[in-house]
């Protein structure tokens, strides 16, 4: 069974929000996000590497983390659909009396885990969606980021036109791209009832009794 992959981490996660002082949900209201906790104060503040949340979420099969998955999700797409280059800052915050998504550390790393989500969203739920916002993160990524012989992250997603800071880490190639790919090919090709993606997207098939 798919959920027995995600039992260990899912079991974590629900002691580590209830018990953790530096782990917390914040539900003030929308967006949904991770939040840090320092000395019973949370802070609202987002790393765009905590997305991947929204996929793990979705495959664990505990009544209820489907839907905080999808808000999860949402909230990292207003990451970069509120932006002007449609690309996401590597951390945003959320502030009081001031709605949306702001960003706190500008630059762009070309980080996978926010496709990764929609891919496992879209795979588990169909919804189209997933799909579009993938589409719409990928054009970013091709009009801003594309170069004569490969791709950058930038400096700072919200000025356009964009500052290349002339790097391309390797997770790029590996997992954005593929997760993209993943997000628009058939639902069954790699099926996650029979594969189980690591944490540097590598798929391995579920050995069953």
Known sequence: MRWRFFFFFSLFFR???RWNPFLSFLFPSFPTLFSKSQ???YKSKFDHLVCFMGGTLALDGIPGHLKLAEEIAYTCWQMYERN???LAPEIATLTE???GVHNK???YLLRPETVEAFFVLYRVTGDKKYQDWGWEVFQALEKHCKTEGGYSGVTDVGKVPVNLNNKVES???AE???YLYLLFSPRSYISLDEFVFNTEAHPTRIFRD
Request: proline fraction near 10%; avoid cysteine.
């Open 15 to 17: 002691y580590s929000v």
């Open 39 to 41: 000395h019973g104060s």
């Open 84 to 86: 002007p280059s449609g």
């Open 97 to 99: 009396g001031r709605p």
């Open 105 to 107: 550390a500008s630059h």
């Open 171 to 173: 997770f790029f190639f």
């Open 176 to 178: 954005t791209m593929k």
